[in-house]
Nanobody, 120 residues
Framework: QVTLVESGGGLVQAGDSLRLSCAAS????????VAWYRQAPEKQRDLVAV???????GFADSVKGRFTLSRDVAKNTVYLQMNDLKPEDTAVYFC??????????????WGQGTQVTVSS
């Protein structure tokens, strides 16, 4: 079993910054990918950023140049640094991950989400 927990959301003003964390625990051997999605009320869940196993990153056009990804391998934690936040960034942010486990199997799942609210 793997647990995946997001944290770091909150209420901020436009132009402020937040750092979201996605922390995984369990019998993890290595990362396949970690991605951040967001979902506003009555909207689809959209991909925001993705980190691949070899460190490659990708970002949605709406956040490119403002959001960055980093990771602490020892802590099995990925960080989404969000700068120059805008009201349209308001959403619940979800962490999605796929890991290779120590027994050779793979695990895929989602965290419960963290709310980000940006006021104008």
């Amino acid at each position: 079993q793997v647990t995946l927990v997001e944290s770091g959301g909150g209420l901020v003003q436009a132009g402020d910054s937040l750092r979201l964390s996605c922390a995984a625990s369990g019998s993890i051997f290595s990362l396949r990918h970690v991605a951040w999605y967001r979902q506003a009320p009555e909207k689809q869940r959209d991909l925001v950023a993705v980190l691949a196993s070899l460190g490659g990153t990708g970002f949605a056009d709406s956040v490119k140049g403002r959001f960055t990804l980093s990771r602490d391998v020892a802590k099995n934690t990925v960080y989404l640094q969000m700068n120059d936040l805008k009201p349209e960034d308001t959403a619940v942010y979800f962490c999605n991950a796929e890991f290779l486990l120590r027994d050779g199997s793979t695990w895929y799942g989602w965290g419960q989400g963290t709310q980000v609210t940006v006021s104008s």
